[in-house]
C-alpha cells in the first residue's frame, strides 16, 4: 500500500489513477499463481471462440467452402465462457476475502467505495487485456496449423489483417466483458466493507 492513499479535497479522499494503476499492478505481483490461474482460464475461453471464428473465416473467405459452425460448437464456446465466468467470480471472491483487513486499512486511511471498486476493476481490467491478447494468439495458432494441413498453407496465410484485427478484437472484448461482470459482486461486496468488520475477519 502506498504511503498515502490520496489527496484530500474538501474533507474527501482522492486517489489519482497513477496510485490505483501503481496499486493495481502491485496487488498483481503478490499474486502471480492466482493471476496466472484466471489468465489461464480466460485463455481457455477466448481462445476457443477465436479458433471457431477465424477457421470459418478461412474456409468461407478464402477456400470458398461451404462451412458452417454447427449449433454444437455454439454451445461448447457458450460453456467454456461460463465456466470462465464462474472461476474468475470465484477467484475473485477469495481475494476479497483474503484482502478484507487491507481493504479496512484503506477505509481507516480515508479510501472511499469507489476507491475499493475502481482498484479491483482496474486489476480485473489489466488481468484480462492479457487473458484476451493470449487467447487471441492460441486461437489463431490452432486455427491456422488444423486449417493449414487441410488446406494448405498458402491459402491460411491469405487471411486478411482486418480479419486478424477483427478476432483480436473479439477476444479482448469477450475477456474484457466476462471478467469484469465476474468481478461486479466480489468487488461491491469489498466496497461495502466495514473498516470494524474487516479488522475481525481472521484468514
Not at 504511503?3 to 505481483?29: M, V, Y
Not at 467454456?80 to 479496512?104: M, P, Q
Not at 486511511?109 to 492460441?138: K, N, P, Q, W, Y
Request: proline content about 2%; glycine content about 6%; charged content about 15%.
Amino acid at each position: 500500500m502506498p504511503e498515502s492513499l490520496g489527496k484530500e479535497t474538501a474533507g474527501k479522499s482522492r486517489l489519482s489513477l497513477k496510485e490505483i494503476l501503481d496499486l493495481s499492478l502491485k496487488s498483481i505481483r503478490r499474486r502471480p499463481f492466482k493471476v496466472a490461474i484466471t489468465i489461464t482460464t480466460t485463455v481457455l475461453g477466448t481462445s476457443f471462440l477465436i479458433y471457431l471464428t477465424l477457421t470459418t473465416t478461412i474456409f468461407l473467405r478464402h477456400a470458398e467452402a461451404d462451412v458452417s459452425i454447427e449449433a454444437y460448437q455454439y454451445w461448447l464456446a457458450f460453456v467454456s465462457l461460463l465456466l470462465c465466468l464462474v472461476s474468475i467470480t470465484n477467484s475473485t471472491a477469495i481475494e476479497v476475502l483474503e484482502r478484507y483487513k487491507e481493504i479496512g486499512i484503506m477505509k481507516c486511511l480515508g479510501a472511499l467505495d469507489r476507491h475499493v471498486l475502481l482498484l479491483f476493476f482496474t486489476e480485473s481490467t489489466l488481468v484480462s487485456l492479457a487473458g484476451g491478447i493470449l487467447g487471441f494468439l492460441f486461437g489463431s495458432i490452432i486455427a491456422t496449423v488444423i486449417s493449414g494441413f487441410q488446406l494448405g498453407f498458402d491459402i491460411v496465410f491469405k487471411v486478411s489483417a482486418f480479419d486478424l484485427l477483427s478476432c483480436l478484437g473479439l477476444s479482448t472484448v469477450v475477456a474484457f466483458t466476462i471478467s469484469i461482470a465476474a468481478t461486479m459482486y466480489p468487488a461491491y461486496k469489498a466496497a461495502k466493507a466495514r473498516p470494524s468488520e474487516a479488522f475481525r475477519v481472521e484468514v
